[in-house]
């Protein structure tokens, strides 16, 4: 394996982006090459070893660019190591135990065989676009729940596998 990671996300206020760049950022540390570019701008995914999606969750929905980057990709993301993640709790649940992947991520995985996935806590804060953003905040439920620990030792692990060719 040469260790060419692509790490795609689809996001609306860049949290999950920040997400992707800190798993990109482990990879690197590892050892491997990697991408990071939002799924919407991916044409292919033939030059990559392996890849890691991520996406929002938005009212129990991965994040559209997610969603269509797996079906637009998939007969390629069957064919190397796929690792899926989702980010979005606003509240300390995602550090406190293992959130299952909603219904259309958990299709995603049995579909393309990915080897895991992971859900970490999300961010919502001032300035957030979208009228249900700003009805959350102005409710008092927004804020930062994402654990970058939890996020690196995550990618510490995929890295781990990548170099054991698993």
Not at 21 to 33: E, F, H, S, W
Not at 43 to 72: E, N
Not at 96 to 107: L, Q, S, T, Y
Not at 136 to 149: N, P, Q, Y
Request: proline share 4%.
């Amino acid at each position: 394996m040469t260790g060419n990671v692509l790490v795609a996300y689809g996001t609306t206020n860049g949290s999950t982006a920040q997400i992707a760049a800190a798993i990109a950022d482990v990879l690197r540390k590892d050892g491997l090459t990697a991408d990071v570019l939002p799924a919407r701008t991916v044409a292919s995914v033939s030059s990559y070893d392996a890849v890691v999606v991520g996406g929002g969750l938005y009212a129990g929905r991965w994040h559209k660019d997610a969603r269509r980057f797996v079906r637009r990709h998939g007969r390629a993301l069957a064919e190397r190591p796929l690792w899926l993640f989702s980010s979005g709790p606003l509240d300390p649940s995602a550090s406190e135990r293992d959130i299952p992947p909603v219904p259309g991520v958990k299709k995603a995985m049995t579909r393309l065989d990915a080897r895991g996935h992971i859900t970490f806590g999300g961010c919502l804060e001032e300035g957030a676009k979208g009228w249900v953003a700003g009805l959350i905040l102005r409710s008092g439920k927004g804020g930062d729940f994402r654990d970058f620990t939890a996020i690196e030792e995550w990618a510490g692990r995929v890295a781990a596998e990548l170099a054991g060719g698993d």
